[in-house]
């Protein structure tokens, strides 16, 4: 959870890439500052005294761009600089929190491509659906997570995996939280960005737990009665757990609605424990 301070300056910086986004058609350039901020991330990531002087509020954000150009002014186009500047000039609560500001407007900038050519959508749900694989897969998670194992080879082990199957975006982000998890899971990982890309969209991510799959027609009814019940339109994805027995169990963010048969079944038994 972002302090106070980073939060702010997550949310101006991520208003002044959608603002840049607007002004450029069809996103043009955008897709660069994701290659740009990605690539910023993993060297801030093994460069402690940088990201330390990039994050100190002391230092004057004319030095903190000077920085910049002489570092990276040969290798980062003129877009990714902008809003890379941007972000460090931005007061932070920590430089930890400066570097996850700056991975995720790489991040919102891969969305912001999406959401111009249509595919937003398949994004979302393809982050989603491979965060349930990672955890319902150890052998995988577990190869995706080794130290050990080479980038390159991590790297050869995704391109198989997804390549073709799966959005350009989403192979990118995919990729970015294996070669950098900077502390986080896989899956947490996954999920928060697929919650970020229906942000994008203003809108909330609604996990459901069903004991059976869902048909389209039963996610549409379920999207309603949660978006009419929450106030704002929500997007369901299905992960069907059969211990759920029957019902349903829905998470939105950090509220959890559970209606499994299971569920009701020990308030049943916690009601008679307590006659």
């Known amino acids: 959870m972002l302090a106070a301070a980073s939060r702010e300056a997550s949310k101006a910086t991520r208003t002044r890439l959608t603002e840049l986004a607007a002004g450029l058609p069809a996103a043009a350039g955008i897709a660069g500052v994701a290659d740009g901020l990605f690539a910023v991330v993993r060297l801030l990531d ?3 005294q940088l990201r330390r002087t990039l994050a100190d509020p002391t230092t004057a954000p004319d030095s903190k761009k000077a920085l910049l150009d002489n ?9 990714p600089m902008q809003v890379l500047q941007d972000a460090v000039a931005q007061r932070w609560s920590g430089a930890r929190d400066m570097v ?3 991975e995720v407007l790489a991040v919102q900038a891969r969305f912001l491509v999406s959401e111009a050519d249509g595919s937003l959508d398949d994004v979302e749900d393809e982050l989603f659906r491979f965060a349930r694989i990672v955890a319902h897969d150890a052998e995988l998670r577990a190869v995706l997570t080794d130290r050990a194992l080479d980038a390159d080879r991590k790297k050869a ?7 073709e199957r799966v959005k350009p975006a989403t192979l990118s982000i995919v990729s970015q939280l294996v070669l950098t998890p900077r502390g986080r899971t896989l899956e947490a990982g996954l999920e928060e ?3 970020l890309a229906a ?4 809108r909330s991510v ?3 737990t069903s004991a059976v799959a869902l048909d389209a027609e039963q996610q549409d009814r379920l999207s309603a009665a949660l978006t009419r019940s929450l106030g704002r339109p929500v997007q369901v994805q299905v992960e069907v757990d059969q211990k759920v027995v029957g019902g349903l169990v829905v998470r ?7 209606g499994s048969t299971i569920h009701r079944l020990r308030e049943a038994r916690r009601a008679l424990a307590s006659q």
């Open 100 to 102: 996850d500001g700056i």
């Open 206 to 208: 609604a996990t459901v």
């Open 252 to 258: 939105v963010g950090d509220e959890i609605i559970d």
């Open 199 to 202: 942000d994008i969209r203003s």
């Open 193 to 195: 960005y697929a919650a």
């Open 46 to 48: 093994g460069a402690g």
């Open 157 to 163: 082990l995704l391109e198989g995996l997804l390549g």
């Open 71 to 79: 570092l990276l002014g040969s290798q980062l186009e003129p877009l």
